[in-house]
Antibody
Framework: QVQLQESGPGLVKPSETLSLTCTVS????????WSWIRQPPGKGLEWIGY???????EYNPSLKSRVTISVDTSKNQFSLKLISVTAADTAVYYC????????????WGQGTLVTVSS | QSVLTQPPSASGTPGQRVTISCSGS????????VTWYQQLPGTAPRLLIH???QRPSGVPGRFSGSKSGTSASLAISGLQSEDEADYYC?????????????FGGGTKLTVL
């Protein structure tokens, strides 16, 4: 069965760049759409964006100016870069498998907490 | 302020039937399917219902979903203590400033 695992620094300084990678195991990244979703502590879910193995992307308009999602099919990984972070970007970041123009994600990674602080 | 509106809390006693509502607009629920997630404390969300009313394998039949117009509902029958969790609805939004996934603010379900 497909499993997802997020990895990356747990602490990022304000104004710097948040970088995370999601590794897909048990299946090929060359199908489905691969998303990043985040959840600030004690708050709800926010979709960040997704990528297809071809490199096609779609982003949340509220984050589009700061977000880049990329894919490395040779490593079965996709990555998130969020620039110019502030404390408001502190959240648990999840990766998930989904569909084109769909709102279902399954499975999800376990999530990784990223704290923005100096 | 979430695009989809859910009640912040709901409660019920074991064995009861509970419903959670999710209200949206023509650009999201009105024109796309609705998904429901269950999030137990300290864990990642779990897909509960997709395509308005379809249960993935492994999800008990006690969970059901429906959609009408620009609103959707999640029903849990035969409530159990392990159903105590946060529930989120989601839908694709074909908004003019850029299509994207939108979520409800979440409903915290308490089993009394």
């Amino acid at each position: 069965q497909v499993q997802l695992q997020e990895s990356g620094p747990g602490l990022v300084k304000p104004s710097e760049t948040l970088s995370l990678t999601c590794t897909v195991s048990g299946g090929s990244i060359n199908t489905y759409y691969w998303s990043w979703i985040r959840q600030p502590p004690g708050k709800g879910l926010e979709w960040i964006g997704y990528i297809y193995y071809s490199g096609s992307t779609e982003y949340n308009p509220s984050l589009k100016s700061r977000v880049t999602i990329s894919v490395d099919t040779s490593k079965n990984q996709f990555s998130l870069k969020l620039i110019s972070v502030t404390a408001a970007d502190t959240a648990v970041y999840y990766c998930g498998r989904g569909a084109n123009h769909g709102s279902w994600f399954d499975p999800w990674g376990q999530g990784t907490l990223v704290t923005v602080s100096s | 302020q979430s695009v989809l509106t859910q009640p912040p809390s709901a409660s019920g006693t074991p064995g009861q039937r509970v419903t959670i509502s999710c209200s949206g607009s023509s650009s999201n629920i009105g024109s796309n399917t609705v998904t429901w997630y269950q999030q137990l404390p300290g864990t990642a969300p779990r897909l509960l219902i997709h395509s308005n009313s379809q249960r993935p394998s492994g999800v008990p039949g006690r969970f059901s979903g429906s959609k009408s117009g620009t609103s959707a509902s999640l029903a849990i029958s035969g409530l159990q203590s392990e159903d105590e969790a946060d529930y989120y609805c989601a839908a694709w939004d074909d908004t003019l400033n850029g299509p994207h996934v939108v979520f409800g603010g979440g409903t915290k379900l308490t089993v009394l």
